[in-house]
């Protein structure tokens, strides 16, 4: 069964230090997304991507964040200089092609720690 | 998208079925209720959505009230495996985009041997 992949599992950085979060969507799909989820909180929306655009952000997805489709494959969320409070889950996840209705993917995540 | 209330916890017998509450009572005509899980900070999981009839597949079945304010996620035969936070969500399909999944608290269920 296909599936979304993502790297690294985890990935440990210092404060105000650029990361790059990588996803490998489901090949035949068309929407991709970014969520984040805080320990011990809820899973949170942060952007939607679609056509090589973004199509929705939250409130937290600001200047610090960028998403970018670099292939035919990778999907990448990159966050300029992280603080602290980034340190969380990402999910990755990607819609097939009718998009509206369908049930949304997610990869495994990674955890990223913010020292 | 409307809100939705699920209890915190629940606990389930293995082999029982498990039935999942969702209360949506501000849901709209166009509005789907889907239903994720989340096992142990995993990436959430589909299970089930929903318009107005009831829906089954090989995970669950999904019963929707005829007012469609409420609906219920049922596991025939819960198992250990399906120890997880079960997430009932309601959205709009949007032409535009790809409709972001609002995830509340969720309901923890714990299925015990």
């Known amino acids: 069964e296909p599936e979304v992949t993502q790297t690294p599992s985890h990935q440990v950085t210092q404060m105000g230090q650029e990361v790059i979060l990588r996803c490998v969507p489901i090949?035949?799909?068309?929407?991709f997304y970014w969520y984040r989820q805080i320990l011990g909180q809820k899973v949170e929306f942060l952007v939607s991507f679609y056509n090589n655009e973004i199509s929705e952000k939250s409130e937290i997805f600001d200047d610090q964040f960028s998403v970018e489709r670099p292939d035919g494959s990778n999907f990448t969320l990159k966050i300029r200089s992280t603080k602290l409070e980034d340190s969380a889950m990402y999910f990755c996840a990607s819609i097939g092609t009718s998009g509206l209705y369908n049930e949304q993917f997610f990869g495994p995540g990674t955890r990223l720690t913010v020292l | 998208d409307a809100k939705t209330t699920q209890p915190p916890s629940m606990d389930c017998a293995e082999g029982r079925a498990a039935n999942l509450p969702c209360n949506h009572s501000t849901i709209s005509g166009n509005e789907y209720v889907y239903w994720y899980r989340q096992i142990h900070s995993q990436g959430p999981q589909y299970i089930i959505h929903g318009l107005k009839n009831n829906e089954t597949n090989e995970m669950a079945s999904l019963i929707i009230t005829e007012d469609r304010k409420s609906s219920t996620l049922i596991l025939p035969h819960a198992t250990l495996r399906d120890t997880a936070v079960y997430y009932c969500i309601v959205r709009v399909g949007r032409e535009t985009s790809g409709s972001r999944l609002t995830f509340g608290e969720g309901t923890q269920l714990t299925v015990n041997p």
């Open positions: 090949s035949n799909h068309l929407y």
